[in-house]
């Protein structure tokens, strides 16, 4: 019961521009969404987050949209640099729930 | 992730050993989370913790796996009975506060439980 998909394993991107990493969901209660990057032998670590009653929001270089009717987030990195070179996950959890449900990660490369 | 001290890193098993993981939260954080990532999955939720208290462990397994969190010293996940279906990572992460939003949420460098 993958209730948070992340369709695409790999991503490889020029450094310098724009990486889109996308993300699905089915749960139409989920209200608050993170991205988190890990890197090999690390565990994961918070990169940005969404609550429902926002469409998008902004940090840095980093920005995640919120399609809610689409069921659809995604994470846009520009201009993309060789350190975000990771695997992105995003997750989800419902305002009662105590878990994140989390993808199964997208490889990002972003080769120099 | 220095914050969050999970040991050992790895740990290997034969079937039908015992393991047990431990997790020791970051300074001030009272709320701990375990989650395993097995082999090209994203992380799935075990159980979540409190001092002395587990709040929610819909995630465990029903049979051989065990959590707890005491008074003093770190949160331990046991797994007993070990088969090769257990042979994942395992990630534990804290948070300061009751239902933080995850932002808060500091995940360990994870123990890498490998069943031969």
């Known amino acids: 019961d993958q209730q948070v998909k992340q369709n695409s394993p790999s991503l490889s991107v020029q450094e310098g521009r724009i990486s889109i990493l996308n993300c699905d969901y089915t749960n139409s209660m989920f209200d608050y969404f993170l991205w988190y990057k890990k890197y090999p032998a690390e565990g994961p670590t918070f990169l940005i987050s969404?609550?429902?009653?926002?469409d998008k929001n902004e940090d840095g270089r980093f920005t995640v949209f919120l399609n809610k009717s689409a069921k659809h987030l995604s994470l846009h990195i520009v201009p993309s640099q060789p350190g975000d070179s990771a695997v992105y996950f995003c997750?989800?959890?419902?305002?009662?729930?105590?878990?994140?449900?989390f993808g199964t990660g997208t490889s990002l490369t972003v080769i120099p | 992730n220095a914050g969050v001290m999970q040991n050992p890193r790895h740990l290997v098993r034969r079937r039908g050993q015992e393991a047990r993981l431990r997790c020791s939260p970051m300074?001030?954080?009272?709320?701990v989370y375990w989650y395993r990532q097995l082999p090209e999955e994203g992380l799935k939720f075990m159980v979540y913790l409190q001092k002395e208290n587990i709040i929610d462990e819909s995630g465990m397994p029903k049979e051989r796996f065990s959590a707890e969190f005491p008074k003093e010293g770190p949160s331990i996940l046991r797994i007993q009975q070990v088969v090769r279906g257990d042979s994942a990572a395992y990630f534990c992460?804290?948070?300061?506060?009751?239902?933080?939003?995850?932002?808060?949420?500091?995940f360990g460098s994870g123990t890498r439980l490998t069943v031969v």
């Open positions: 997750a989800a959890r419902t305002n009662t729930g105590n878990q994140f449900y």
């Open positions: 992460a804290s948070a300061p506060t009751y239902r933080d939003r995850g932002e808060g949420y500091t």
């Open positions: 300074k001030g954080h009272s709320h």
């Open positions: 969404i609550s429902s009653i926002k």
